[in-house]
């Protein structure tokens, strides 16, 4: 560091301390003792996937490097592109600069909106197709009213050679209200499906090869179930071009066919605003939320894509193949510290203020909800959820999982696929809380209905199965329910 005075520093140093709060120090987020217990047993496989060791996960090479917003053409910044060609690589986190609770959180949102997921990193094709305005509107990427497309990031890995990296943890986990941006909140604005329907074509218009390399060989090694016979996941991924491409077209808005779900059995984006009130994670309770450093695993393993490293089975097909990923580089871990500040963020993430009104109406729901419709015992206040995983349709649970977790040993009904056909297919669904529902778009796991009156119409059954509870109310009642639930 340079300092023109020693004593000068030391003034500093003492002003800092008053506010530096020694509880943060990042604690590890890989270790063996707290990876035991951590994943729950999958429906099939009938124990838990095995994750990396600690030994494995801490070799492995660290990332923290520093990338920088990409804005709409209209919007960059003068000779922006000019300005980041000469910019060093420099990392993301500054991580002995960090002191204060509001440096590690405001380092967390740096790494939020900016931390680097390595697949998606440096296509070239990719770089021209977001600076056509076009493809920007159909694409429909969350813009602020400065510019900035959030989720998309430059990298500079080297002096230089400027990369189009995408996907960040904002690129799914934030939301646009009336102009302003609120991280946590479900992305229900860029239609996933669709875009990826598009680029699938695109590949396929290319080249056959590049549609292999860049669709189908992605999709085996994310959907397939190595455990399960006959895999229709691994069926689909074999299917003609137009077909996938057709499969993803239909993936509704907040609907995310991410990366151990499937391209048959996608899943609702998760709002991570108050996730910190779960216990289990994820629409099935992949996992256990016990303390900070489950989140900071449950992070490191998507962002990081270590999950690639996960061992789902014994056999030879146990875990994924690298190469078919684009990971033929390697996997590198975000060091703790980012993983820390990130969380620490994420806990410290608020919704948008409600704009429906807590009126007779919606107070005559609240009874209802309480009451008459019973919805309180799964869907218990304050959190709206008992934090109990339900059975998945056709699947029983053993007597040590029984005594083991949370469960409600009943069924809601819902499609059970999955929780029974992929490798996110734990058996359970989730009770999910119902806080800040009016910012969804879509309901259930699968994100099947479209509306929570339409959830609560009795007509939904004729095509969308489960969850029955509420359907036999008085229309006005239902009506009632709906206000409520759209003032939590
Ligand atoms: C491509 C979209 C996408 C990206 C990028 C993404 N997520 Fe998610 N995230 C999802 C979806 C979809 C789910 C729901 C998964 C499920 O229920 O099985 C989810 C679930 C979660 C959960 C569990 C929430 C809960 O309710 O239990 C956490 C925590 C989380 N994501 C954090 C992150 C972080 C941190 C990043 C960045 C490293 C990230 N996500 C990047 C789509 C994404
Ligand atoms: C027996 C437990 C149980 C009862 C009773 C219950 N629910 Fe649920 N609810 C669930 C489960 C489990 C899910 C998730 C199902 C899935 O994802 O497939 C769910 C999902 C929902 C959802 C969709 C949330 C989302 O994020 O997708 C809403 C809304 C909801 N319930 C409202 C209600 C209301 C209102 C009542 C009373 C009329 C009620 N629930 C009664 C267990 C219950």
Redesign the pocket.
Known sequence: MKTGSILGLCVVAAAAMAAVDLTLTPPQSWTDKQLTGFRTPLAGLNKAPRMLSEQAYYALPENNLKTYPVYTPDKEPPNYLDWLRQQDPKPLVEIDKLHTQADWIAAGKEVFFG?E?PRFTGSEENLQLIRNPQILKAYRVQTTADGMLIGLRYVVREKGKVELGT???S???AQIHDGKLYAGLPNNYTPFGPLMADLTRRYAQISPQLFDNRRRSHMREDYRVPYLKDDPNLAVCDLPANDIADLYARVPLGV?P?NN?SLLYP????N?VD?KG?KY????G?ARQRDITD?MR??GA??DVSDALTNYGDGPNAHSVLVNLGLQKGIRRTPDALLYA?ALYINSLEGPPNPNPFDAEARHGQEIFLTKAKCAECHTPPFYSNNKLTVAEGFTPTPEELKEYDILNLSVGTDPGLALKTR?GTGFYRVPSLKMIWTSNVFLHDGSVSSLEEMFNPDRLKTVKGHPFGLDLKPEDRAALVKFLKTL
């Open positions: 931390r997921l996907d960040t943890c690129m799914c986990h995310y991410r779900t899943v609702k984006i998760a991570l996730v779960y994670f994820d629409r099935t992949t989140l449950y992070s998507i962002g990130e996110k």
